[in-house]
């Protein structure tokens, strides 16, 4: 019985992933992909998180090859959108750092992001908002412990 309720729930969250890529996600690429792609948001936003970080830790938390991620570096650093700076204890390594203008960049996007995804909500009846609200404080809840 265990193994079955652990099945429907991976296939729950497998169907949820699906239906949430096809009518949040990629209609607001769609949107945005003229801007910056996908993997440019993935960037700036990790970024943003911290103060800065090296090529490979980047890599290695957006799951594509440094060789992969290094025209995307330098795109963004020929638009003023982040910087590499020597470190100062090792000159070998790069810090990279989102700008000011990588910033407003970002959250220009977010803002996209956010006024498509509630364009979305705006047809449903307030119980029913209600209703998602609560399951996505659930689903908050449960999946920040995987």
Known sequence: MENEKLNEAAQGLS???????????RP???KTRHIVSPLVIHVLMILSERESAIMTE???EIQIAKSQLTPIIDKLCENGDVERE???KDRRIINIRITP???AKLRELQDTLFQSVKSKLEPLAPQ???SLQHALNELYRIINKM
Request: hydrophobic share 45%; net charge negative.
């Open 15 to 25: 169907s949820l992933l699906t239906v949430m890529d096809r009518r949040l996600i």
């Open 28 to 30: 607001h690429e769609q």
């Open 58 to 60: 980047l890599a290695q």
């Open 86 to 88: 020597h470190d100062a």
């Open 101 to 103: 203008k990588g910033a």
């Open 128 to 130: 029913e908002i209600a």
